[in-house]
C-alpha cells in the first residue's frame, strides 16, 4: 500500500514569508500528526489533527498552523518566517492511538534565508 | 527540559557482536515507549515498543528492556549488521490523552563495520 506522500520534498524561503506543507496519509488512516526537526533539538511535536478536527499541540508558537480536510489529507502552515525554521517537517500517518505505530513521510526540508 | 535523553549521540559497533543504545526518562507519566531507526534522506520508521507494565519485549534481532525503577530504557541488537548503521530515535507516549504526541530523545547514530 503506499505510503506517506509529502510536498514538496525541498523548499527554501526568505524570512517574513509563509510557507504551506502538505501531507497525505496512508489509506484508512485518519491520524495525522506534524513535527519538527531540528539538529538541536531533535523531533519535536507540532500537532495532530484526527478526522478533520485538531487533538493536539505542542508548544509552539501561533505561526505554526495546520488543517485536515475530510480525505484525511493535512497541510500545515508557517506564517512569518524566522531563520530558526530552517527544519526538516515530518508527517506521521496513524490510526490515532497512543500505542499505534507512526509512519512518517520522508519529510519537507525548509530552508529560510 | 529534556524528559527523553539519549545521553550518547553515536555508537559504534563491528559486525556481528551486540549494539546496546541507551535512553532514559524523567516523566513517571509515560506509559509506553518506542524505538525508531531512520536513514539519511528518509522518514523515521518504527522498530520495536514496549508497554511500562513489561520489562523486556523481543522482535527477532531486537530486544528492548525497560527498568522503570531507574527510567532506563535500552535497545539490543544482536548480531548487528552493517544495514543496521542509522540514527536511532527512543519515543515516549503520555497516555492515550497525548496520542499520537510522543516525545522524542535526539537520537544515537549506529555504526557497525564489517
Known amino acids: 500500500k503506499a505510503g506517506v506522500t509529502q510536498t514538496p520534498r525541498y523548499l527554501i524561503k526568505t524570512r517574513g514569508q509563509q510557507v504551506t506543507l502538505s501531507c497525505s496519509p496512508i489509506?484508512?488512516?485518519?491520524?495525522v500528526s506534524w513535527y519538527q526537526q531540528t539538529p538541536g533539538q531533535g523531533l519535536q511535536f507540532l500537532f495532530e489533527?484526527?478526522?478533520?478536527?485538531?487533538?493536539n499541540k505542542g508548544n509552539f508558537p501561533g505561526r505554526f498552523s495546520g488543517r485536515q480536510f475530510s480525505n484525511s489529507r493535512s497541510e500545515m502552515n508557517v506564517s512569518t518566517l524566522e531563520l530558526g525554521d530552517s527544519a526538516l517537517y515530518l508527517c506521521?500517518?496513524?490510526?490515532?492511538?497512543?500505542?499505534?505505530?507512526?509512519?512518517f513521510g520522508e519529510g519537507s526540508r525548509l530552508t529560510v534565508l | 527540559d529534556q524528559q527523553v535523553k539519549q545521553n550518547s549521540p553515536s555508537l559504534s559497533v563491528q559486525e556481528g557482536r551486540i549494539s546496546i543504545l541507551n535512553c532514559d526518562y524523567t516523566?513517571?507519566?509515560?506509559?509506553?515507549f518506542l524505538w525508531y531507526k531512520k536513514y539519511p534522506a528518509e522518514g523515521p520508521t518504527f522498530l520495536i515498543s514496549?508497554?511500562?507494565?513489561?520489562d523486556k519485549n523481543e522482535d527477532g534481532r531486537f530486544t528492548v528492556f525497560l527498568n522503570k525503577s531507574a527510567k532506563h530504557l535500552s535497545l539490543h541488537i544482536v548480531p548487528s549488521q552493517p544495514g543496521d548503521s542509522a540514527v536511532y530515535f527512543c519515543?515516549?507516549?503520555?497516555?492515550?490523552?497525548?496520542?499520537?504526541?510522543?516525545?522524542f530523545g535526539k537520537g544515537t547514530t549506529l555504526s557497525v563495520s564489517s
Open positions: 506521521a500517518s496513524s490510526l490515532g492511538t497512543s500505542t499505534g505505530e507512526l509512519f
Open positions: 489509506s484508512g488512516h485518519r491520524s
Open positions: 489533527y484526527f478526522s478533520e478536527t485538531q487533538r
Open positions: 516523566n513517571s507519566m509515560f506509559d509506553y
Open positions: 514496549i508497554s511500562s507494565i513489561k
Open positions: 519515543a515516549a507516549s503520555a497516555g492515550r490523552q497525548a496520542g499520537t504526541a510522543l516525545i
